[in-house]
């Protein structure tokens, strides 16, 4: 058995922001995706990592049947061929990495959801509003169990494969997004921390730090006014305010969100300011994982950065 394949998500703009309703834009990243397996034992690919994810997928269970017993008007699954298929080894065979901000959990959740839940809802309907928010409902409530506290964006990202454009915690809606130009020479990269990301402690930080009157002013008057700037440049396809906006988020983060950038990171975050030749912001919550970049000329900035491999996500 091998199950269809749910790809992991970027989310380009409003990490963090989007819990105080920022407006905020994921896009599907289809460079890495996962997929439930069962397999004959004897040819697992790598049998340490089936037989981990394999255990986290019978704990995932209790955390689904609660949730089934607590809010059966949410959802409900087809929980006995789902125990089956978890005895018989059932596993989720991905190249996402976990702990880098591009959405691992999502991914299985999505990959659960679509094989296992009752009534569920198709990409393939009509997708109003209601059925979005009732899936990411959903959604939120299957990835609490790991995470502690999530937004569902992004099991919903990866289970539509489709930009999503988040206007508020209750407003979100699939969006086109601007072409890509491969000849392009600007560009939207990811930068590997080398250091794996705890989505939990790094939210809690945020959420002490929301108690402080300043911290909470600055977030209203900059972080938030640069973030919806940004989603709306690049969803209309202003590049030149794009970058301008981008650079403004970036100084924000830099001198406010300190604790979710590694360390090493502080001088090259900088040094893009600086220069002007990239602008760094957090992927996902941080504290390891990915950084995602912004130039306007990938050449340039991968001379600035040639002591970290650049991955391209997106070329205009």
Known sequence: MKGPLFYSKILLFGEY???????????????????????????YRDKEE????????????????????????LVTFNLAALKTDVERGMYFDSSIPQGYGVGSSGALVAAIYDKYA???IT???????????QLKAIFSQMESFFHGKSSGLDPLNSYLSLPILINSKDNIEPTGIPSQSTEGKGAVFLIDSGIVGETAPMVNIFMESLKEEGFRKMLKSQF???????????????????????KKLSKVVLNNFKP???????????????????????CGSGGGGYILGFTQDLEKAKQSLKD????VVYQF
């Open 17 to 43: 922001g989007i819990i105080k309703d920022s407006k905020g834009l994921s896009i599907p990243y289809n460079f890495y995706n996962g997929a439930l397996k069962v397999d004959n034992p004897d040819s």
């Open 308 to 311: 970290y491999k650049l991955e």
């Open 118 to 120: 009752n009534n569920k």
């Open 224 to 246: 938030i006014k640069h973030t919806d700037a940004c989603v709306e440049n690049f969803l209309h396809g202003d590049m030149k305010s794009l970058f301008a906006n981008t």
């Open 260 to 282: 979710m950038i590694p360390e090493q990171f502080h001088q090259v975050w900088q040094k893009g300011i600086d220069t002007n030749d990239y602008y760094l912001k957090l």
């Open 123 to 133: 990409v393939l309907e009509n997708l109003t509003r209601e059925k979005l928010l």
């Open 50 to 73: 089936a037989v981990k994810s394999n255990a986290s997928l019978k704990r995932f269970v209790s955390h689904l049947e609660n949730l089934q017993t607590e809010q059966p008007e």
